[in-house]
């Protein structure tokens, strides 16, 4: 079991950078893959970013590859997905996942059996 808590959204302009952070609680974090997700009013919830266990592999969408950045510190138990040249159409509910199926890093929704409450990103134009 573990337990994810969202933090660092806000409100910022087109081309600016947000860095988002994903605390987890439980014994098991450090074996999980973990990953990013947003959610657009109306819109499905899909796949931002992911990186392995060890941090050695990770996975972007193409919308986000070249300007976004996940990382994850495992001594400190969190996730931080580093957002530069922010645009409007990223305006979105960012939840971070935990992935606990030890197999590869996982880019859709029901491979990640945890998730956080989320946090609101907004970009103005």
């Known amino acids: 079991q573990v337990e994810l808590v969202e933090s660092g959204g806000g409100l910022v302009q087109a081309g600016g950078s947000l860095r988002l952070s994903c605390a987890a609680s439980g014994r098991s974090y450090s074996s999980y893959h973990m990953g990013w997700f947003r959610q657009a009013p109306g819109k499905e919830r899909e796949f931002v970013a992911a990186?392995?266990?060890?941090?050695?592999?990770?996975r972007y969408a193409d919308s986000v590859k070249g300007r976004f950045t996940i990382s994850r510190d495992n001594a400190k138990n969190t996730v931080y997905l580093q957002m530069n040249s922010l645009k409007p159409e990223d305006t979105a509910v960012y939840y971070c996942?935990?992935?606990?199926?030890?197999?590869?890093?996982?880019?859709?929704?029901?491979?990640?059996?945890?998730w956080g409450q989320g946090t609101q990103v907004t970009v103005s134009s």
């Open positions: 996942a935990a992935d606990a199926r030890r197999l590869g890093v996982g880019v859709r929704r029901y491979e990640y059996a945890y």
């Open positions: 990186i392995s266990w060890s941090g050695g592999s990770t």
